[in-house]
């Protein structure tokens, strides 16, 4: 009788500990997914076409770069996720973007023409994220390969110094840009809100009653590179669960 109600007592604390770990993992992956997916739901859930809106994406992104007086910058369709090319000052948008007359279109255009602005007044910030990011996506992919590398090399040397060092240079290129993801966050929301924001309302481009929705759209747009920091994070960990399992 003694052993059977141990027994139960040892089966009832698993089932608990299991249930704490699956609790824990599922509050793990909404604080890593929950924002990309909010950015998506939010920019699909304003992409119907608005017949009202005088213009698409493309034609509301050259209006404001030859009204704004933009040196150089063009406006060109890209596959590659809408953003601003500081150095070959370029405005891209996703074809769906760019041909559109939807609230999303408008919004991303603003935005990203946002960035030719502060690119224009010299941003430090953006100069700096300019010059930052090549290093960091290049740093990022040689992490792979010298992860990926590193259990070889301390099977070879037989010595976990070797092994460990490469590790350690192998996160820290996820761990960079982690951190530039995380530091782009006010330049994103400037673009957004101190930019995009108050051109559209000053120039009469969205209505007063679409002026919520097309907030919460260049917040979303403005968390684009958090989901990405996020993503990384998910990276990272998977890389360490595969590390840990050699």
Same mark, same amino acid.
């Given at each position: 009788?003694?052993?059977?109600?141990?027994?139960?007592?040892?089966?009832?604390?698993?089932?608990?500990?299991?249930?704490?770990?699956?609790?824990?993992?599922?509050?793990?992956?909404?604080?890593?997914?929950?924002?990309?997916?909010?950015?998506?739901?939010?920019?699909?859930?304003?992409?119907?076409?608005?017949?009202?809106?005088?213009?698409?994406?493309?034609?509301?992104?050259?209006?404001?770069?030859?009204?704004?007086?933009?040196?150089?910058?063009?406006?060109?369709?890209?596959?590659?996720?809408?953003?601003?090319?500081?150095?070959?000052?370029?405005?891209?948008?996703?074809?769906?973007?760019?041909?559109?007359?939807?609230?999303?279109?408008?919004?991303?255009?603003?935005?990203?023409?946002?960035?030719? /602005?502060?690119?224009?007044?010299?941003?430090?910030?953006?100069?700096?994220?300019?010059?930052?990011?090549?290093?960091?996506?290049?740093?990022?992919?040689?992490?792979?390969?010298?992860?990926?590398?590193?259990?070889?090399?301390?099977?070879?040397?037989?010595?976990?110094?070797?092994?460990?060092?490469?590790?350690?240079?192998?996160?820290?290129?996820?761990?960079?840009?982690?951190?530039?993801?995380?530091?782009?966050?006010?330049?994103?929301?400037?673009?957004?809100?101190?930019?995009?924001?108050?051109?559209?309302?000053?120039?009469?481009?969205?209505?007063?009653?679409?002026?919520?929705?097309?907030?919460?759209?260049?917040?979303?747009?403005?968390?684009?590179?958090?989901?990405?920091?996020?993503?990384? /994070?998910?990276?990272?960990?998977?890389?360490?669960?595969?590390?840990?399992?050699?």
């Amino acid at each position: 009788m003694y052993c059977s109600k141990s027994n139960q007592s040892l089966s009832s604390s698993l089932t608990d500990n299991y249930k704490y770990l699956a609790a824990g993992a599922l509050i793990v992956l909404a604080l890593i997914f929950g924002p990309s997916l909010w950015v998506k739901m939010v920019m699909r859930r304003y992409s119907s076409e608005k017949p009202e809106m005088p213009g698409t994406g493309g034609e509301l992104a050259k209006h404001l770069i030859e009204r704004f007086s933009l040196k150089d910058v063009k406006v060109e369709v890209t596959e590659l996720g809408d953003h601003y090319d500081p150095i070959e000052k370029k405005v891209r948008l996703l074809r769906e973007h760019y041909e559109s007359k939807s609230l999303t279109a408008i919004a991303i255009a603003a935005h990203e023409v946002g960035h030719a /602005i502060q690119d224009q007044q010299g941003d430090k910030r953006l100069a700096t994220r300019t010059k930052m990011v090549p290093v960091a996506n290049n740093v990022a992919r040689w992490s792979v390969i010298i992860i990926s590398l590193s259990p070889v090399i301390g099977i070879i040397t037989r010595h976990p110094l070797p092994f460990s060092l490469l590790l350690f240079l192998g996160l820290s290129g996820f761990i960079a840009r982690m951190m530039i993801h995380a530091v782009t966050l006010p330049i994103e929301f400037d673009a957004s809100f101190s930019k995009a924001l108050p051109l559209l309302r000053e120039g009469n481009y969205v209505s007063q009653s679409n002026e919520k929705a097309v907030s919460s759209i260049l917040r979303a747009a403005a968390l684009t590179y958090v989901s990405a920091a996020l993503a990384d /994070i998910l990276n990272l960990g998977r890389w360490i669960v595969i590390i840990s399992r050699r």
